[in-house]
C-alpha cells in the first residue's frame, strides 16, 4: 500500500526498517584488573579436562548458532586475556577456548536504534529484473551504551516504483582490520599535527622509515624513538600512532552478503561510534568508479571527519579527512570530479552550508560560503542530506534544516552544474517533516537522511524517522526540477 502525500506530491512507501534485538556481535571483555583475570584463569584451569568439555560444549551449543566466527572470537579473546596478564598462551582445548568464553561477550547492534540512512546503486546488478535495480543501504545501528556501528541492508527498486527489501540478515560479522597495514611517510608528515603531535618530533621518528612502511615497522620505530637519549614526548609519540590506528583497511570474510557486514568501531577515535555514513557511487572521467563513504568518528570528546572507500564492500579502507577545512559532521562528496577537481559539500561552522574544493580526496585546506538558513523552518541551522545527485537540471542538494523545537525537516536545492556555487532554486517549504504518525520515537521530531537513489526519473528517498525507524519516499523528478527552477517553490 503506497500512500500519496499531497502537499509535497511525495509517495511514502510501505517499508519499514527496525532494529533487530537478534543481531549480535561477540566482542571482547577482558577485565582491566589483572588479579580478577588471574582469578578467572586458575579457576578455568582447575577443571578437569571432562568438565571443561562439558562446559564448552555447552556454551557452543547456544552461541555458536548466532556467530558467523565464534570459535575465531574464542581464540582472539584468549589470546587478548594472555598479552593483559604477559603470561604465555600455553593453553590447550578445551581449556582455552573456554577460557576465551569467559573474555567473550555479546553485544546487541540494533537494540537502541537503527536510523539516519544512505543509498547507492549495487556494485552487482545481476538478478534485477528488467527495468529494475538493485541497491545497498547503509544505516546507523545504536546499541547498549549509546555505541553507533554501520550496518548494510540490500534490495531492489522495480520497474514500477516499487521497492523490496532482501531477507534481513541474522548474524553480523564484523570487518577485520587488514594485518600489517601499509603506509606512506609523506601523509604522515602532512597530517600528524592535527593529531596531537608536533611535527618535528614526529619527523625523527618517520626518519628512519622508507617512503612506505608497514604498522609493525612504526611501531618498532616507536620503541626505539622511545628508548633514546633524547626521545620525543609522550604525546608526540602518541599522536604518530593515534593517526596509524585511525587509518586502516577492513576485510569481509568471503562468502555471505553485504548485508552481513559491520563496520564497527576500530580505532580510538571511532571508540563511541561510527556515524552516519553517506555514501556515493564515485565515477573518475575514464568511466572507472569506486564507493565513497564520509562519516564520522566520535570518541566520546571530540568528532573527526572520516572516508571510506571501497570497489565491492569487501575490502573497505578507511582514512582520515585532514586540512583545515576537514572539520564537523555532515561532509558529503559530489559524485565525480568538477573541472579536475574534488568537491564536497560541508558545515564546517555547525549552522551553514559550504563548498570545498580539492586534488585530493582526503586533504580539504579551503572552503567557501555556499548557503545560510532563509526559511523559519531551517533558521537554527542547514545542513546537506547526502551527496548531491547529478540532473540535466543542476546538482540537486538534499538539506536537512531545524526549526523550533528542534524539530528536523528535509529541503532541497539545485545547484549548477559546472559552477555549484550557484544556487539555481531551493524550496521554500520542506519536501519532508516528521508525520504525526512517526514523530515519537528515540530522538522524537526529527526526519533525517543521508543518501537518495535516482532511478527511472524518480528520486527515492530513504529517511529515519524519530532516530528509530527508516522508512522510503519517492518522488517524481521532473517535478521536483520543476518546482525548484519555478522560483515560487
Known amino acids: 500500500m503506497e500512500r500519496p502525500d499531497a502537499a509535497t506530491s511525495l509517495v511514502r512507501l510501505d517499508i519499514e526498517i527496525t532494529g533487530s534485538d537478534h543481531r549480535v556481535l561477540a566482542l571482547p571483555a577482558v577485565p582491566d584488573q589483572p588479579d580478577a583475570l588471574r582469578s578467572v584463569f586458575r579457576r578455568v584451569e582447575a577443571l578437569s579436562g571432562a568438565d571443561a568439555t562439558r562446559e564448552l560444549d555447552e556454551v557452543r551449543r547456544v552461541f555458536d548458532p548466532r556467530h558467523a566466527d565464534f570459535g575465531e572470537r574464542l581464540e582472539e579473546f584468549y589470546l587478548a586475556a594472555c598479552r593483559r596478564l604477559a603470561a604465555p598462551a600455553t593453553h590447550a582445548d578445551p581449556h582455552r577456548a573456554l577460557l576465551g568464553a569467559y573474555f567473550t561477550m555479546e553485544y546487541t547492534l540494533e537494540a537502541a536504534a537503527l536510523f539516519n540512512p544512505s543509498i547507492v546503486p549495487h556494485p552487482d546488478p545481476s538478478g534485477a529484473p528488467?527495468?529494475?535495480?538493485?541497491?545497498?543501504?547503509?544505516?546507523?545501528?545504536?546499541?547498549?551504551?549509546?555505541?553507533?556501528?554501520?550496518v548494510f541492508r540490500e534490495g531492489t527498486i522495480g520497474a514500477d516504483g516499487g521497492v523490496m527489501l532482501d531477507d534481513a540478515p541474522l548474524r553480523a560479522v564484523r570487518a577485520r582490520i587488514v594485518p600489517d597495514r601499509r603506509y606512506l611517510r609523506e601523509f604522515f608528515r602532512r597530517t600528524v599535527g592535527a593529531h596531537g603531535a608536533d611535527p618535528a618530533e614526529a619527523d625523527r621518528v618517520l626518519a628512519g622509515l622508507g617512503e612506505w612502511f608497514t604498522y609493525r615497522e612504526l611501531v618498532?620505530?616507536?620503541?626505539?624513538?622511545?628508548?633514546?637519549?633524547?626521545?620525543?614526548?609522550?604525546?608526540a609519540l602518541a599522536g604518530v600512532l593515534a593517526l596509524a590506528d585511525a587509518n586502516y583497511t577492513l576485510s569481509r570474510p568471503a562468502g555471505g552478503r553485504i548485508s552481513d557486514l559491520v563496520m564497527f568501531p576500530q580505532s580510538?577515535?571511532?571508540?563511541?561510534?561510527?556515524?552516519?555514513?553517506?555514501?556515493?557511487?564515485?565515477?573518475?572521467?575514464?568511466?572507472?568508479?569506486?564507493?565513497?563513504?564520509?562519516?564520522t568518528a566520535f570518541d566520546g570528546r571530540r568528532i573527526l571527519p572520516m572516508l571510506m572507500q571501497t570497489d565491492d564492500f569487501r575490502t573497505v579502507k578507511v582514512s582520515t579527512l585532514n586540512g583545515d577545512c576537514a572539520v564537523n559532521?555532515?561532509?558529503?562528496?559530489?559524485?565525480?570530479?568538477?573541472?579536475?577537481?574534488?568537491?564536497?559539500?560541508?558545515?564546517?561552522?555547525?549552522?551553514?552550508?559550504?563548498l570545498m574544493r580539492s586534488d585530493r580526496v582526503t586533504f580539504w585546506e579551503t572552503a567557501e560560503p555556499l548557503a545560510q538558513p532563509?526559511?523559519?523552518?531551517?533558521?537554527?541551522?542547514?545542513?546537506?542530506?547526502?551527496?548531491?545527485?547529478?540532473?540535466?537540471?543542476?546538482?540537486?542538494?538534499?538539506?536537512?534544516?531545524?526549526?523550533?523545537?528542534?524539530?528536523?525537516?528535509?529541503?532541497?536545492?539545485?545547484?549548477?552544474?559546472?559552477?555549484?556555487?550557484?544556487?539555481?532554486?531551493r524550496l521554500r517549504e520542506p519536501l519532508l517533516v516528521p508525520p504525526e504518525s512517526l514523530r515519537d520515537g528515540y530522538v522524537p521530531n526529527v526526519v533525517y537522511t543521508c543518501g537518495a537513489l535516482l532511478h527511472a526519473g524518480r528520486l527515492f528517498i530513504p529517511y529515519a524517522a524519530a532516530d528509530e525507524v527508516t522508512v522510503m519516499a519517492r518522488v517524481d523528478l521532473s517535478e521536483l526540477l520543476a518546482r525548484l527552477l519555478s522560483g515560487q517553490s
Not at 528488467?130 to 554501520?150: D, N, Q
Not at 624513538?225 to 614526548?233: L, Y
Request: contains cysteine; hydrophobic residues 35%.
Open 130 to 150: 528488467p527495468g529494475a535495480r538493485r541497491f545497498v543501504m547503509s544505516l546507523r545501528a545504536v546499541g547498549e551504551g549509546h555505541l553507533s556501528s554501520t
Open 220 to 235: 618498532a620505530a616507536l620503541e626505539a624513538a622511545r628508548r633514546a637519549p633524547d626521545p620525543p614526548s609522550e604525546r
Open 268 to 295: 580510538p577515535y571511532e571508540a563511541r561510534g561510527v556515524e552516519d555514513l553517506r555514501l556515493v557511487r564515485f565515477t573518475e572521467p575514464d568511466g572507472t568508479g569506486t564507493y565513497y563513504g564520509t562519516y
Open 329 to 354: 559532521k555532515g561532509l558529503a562528496l559530489f559524485p565525480r570530479r568538477i573541472r579536475g577537481e574534488y568537491v564536497m559539500c560541508s558545515r564546517i561552522d555547525g549552522q551553514n552550508l559550504f
Open 374 to 425: 532563509a526559511h523559519p523552518w531551517e533558521y537554527r541551522l542547514i545542513g546537506n542530506c547526502g551527496s548531491p545527485i547529478e540532473t540535466p537540471e543542476g546538482w540537486l542538494l538534499l538539506t536537512h534544516g531545524v526549526g523550533p523545537l528542534r524539530q528536523y525537516s528535509i529541503g532541497a536545492m539545485l545547484l549548477d552544474l559546472e559552477d555549484p556555487r550557484k544556487i539555481r532554486g
